[in-house]
């Protein structure tokens, strides 16, 4: 069973329509004590990162994240629910977020090193890169265009955890993991065959683990 995290700024009608289509049994809730009964987790997001930590921390969802990521559960952040995932971001001052994975959020710069401007937000459809074809969110997908929209993107100095890229003035992390901690930038949910693919592999590790308990 999946729990999709509802706290105010997620994408949930298209995440709920997707696991709907991929006939997965799902749940969306707010409470913890909902959400404890889950065998995985789905962090969604739009919007700003310092509204949705500020919204997390004081409705106690941000520790609870926190613990299940580090009792080894499943756990999947789409867009900003992904860059949530990462040690800060400087979207409206510098904002701490959950620390689960090593990295940055930071603005995209709008003009190249060469001083060519370019479009912010990165929004549309482009091109993944496999840096680990072999992960489980990987498995069976076709190397494909998925849909992005987003003005702010992870720099990290661990190339570990970046799974696929894109590239929009350089590497675009995409798709993210390390452990049971998982996360992809586009929204697999708007992302065709390959983001429905992406999102029905997360589903069997969720399975995965829950048959391993």
Known sequence: M????????????????????????????EKVEDLQKADGLILPGVGS??????????????QFVIDWAKAGKPL??????????????????????????????????????????????????????????????????????????HSYVVRTEDDTVVIASSDYDGKVPAVVGKGNIMGTQFHPEKSSSIGMSILANYVRVVEGSASNE
């Open 2 to 29: 999946i729990g999709v995290i509802d706290y105010g700024m997620g994408n949930l009608h298209s995440v709920s329509k997707a696991l709907e289509r991929l006939n997965k049994d799902y749940f969306v809730s």
């Open 49 to 62: 990162f310092r509204d949705a930590m500020e919204i997390l921390q004081n409705d106690g969802l941000a």
């Open 76 to 149: 999947l952040g789409i867009c900003l629910g992904m860059q949530l995932l990462f040690e800060e971001s400087e979207e409206n001052g510098e904002t701490k977020g959950l620390n689960l994975l090593p990295g940055a959020v930071r603005r995209f710069p709008g003009v190249t090193a060469q001083g060519e401007a370019y479009k912010v937000p990165h929004m549309g459809w482009n091109q993944l890169e496999f840096h680990q074809p072999e992960h489980a969110l990987l498995k069976d997908v076709e190397n494909g265009h998925v849909y992005f929209v």
